[in-house]
């Protein structure tokens, strides 16, 4: 009886080394391209950087910073405010590297702003660390 060996064709061999060069940058652009628990964090302190930028604004055009009930929504929609320039930010700007909305207190007329850390809940450290930013009274 006769075996039927084909040898592989050399199509057949660069479509295998095309998939295995496919898997490896994935690996490598992976790794590359992963971002580190320090620059998630810095691009949180720049988001509510940002936030705090356009409460500063709003209170200039409205007069005073949006209630604790309010939010952050004013920064978005007109609450009623007749010297409104806005929207200072879009909806995606009130949340925080993981995708959370960040919170927004108002503690005796000075706004605070907090992200929650990685697990959304206060309190933590490292990548759970909470991070405030309380704006200037002025």
């Known amino acids: 009886m006769k075996k039927n060996h084909r040898q592989p064709s050399l199509v057949n061999a660069l479509i295998g080394l095309g998939v295995c060069a496919a898997v490896v940058l994935v690996f490598?652009?992976?790794?590359?391209?992963?971002?580190?628990?320090g620059q998630v964090q810095a691009a949180t302190e720049l988001a509510l950087h940002g936030v705090s930028r356009a409460l500063l604004i709003y209170r200039s055009d409205c007069g005073s910073f949006p209630s604790e009930s309010q939010g952050l929504a004013p920064l978005i929609q007109n609450p009623g405010c007749s010297g409104w320039k806005g929207p200072y930010l879009q909806e995606a700007d009130l949340l925080d590297e993981w995708e959370r909305p960040i919170v927004y207190h108002l503690i005796e007329g000075t706004p605070q702003l907090r992200s929650l850390g990685a697990d959304g809940s206060e309190?933590?450290?490292?990548?759970?660390?909470d991070h405030v930013l309380v704006l200037p009274q002025d």
């Open 28 to 37: 490598i652009f992976g790794a590359f391209f992963r971002e580190t628990p």
């Open 123 to 129: 309190g933590g450290e490292a990548m759970n660390k």
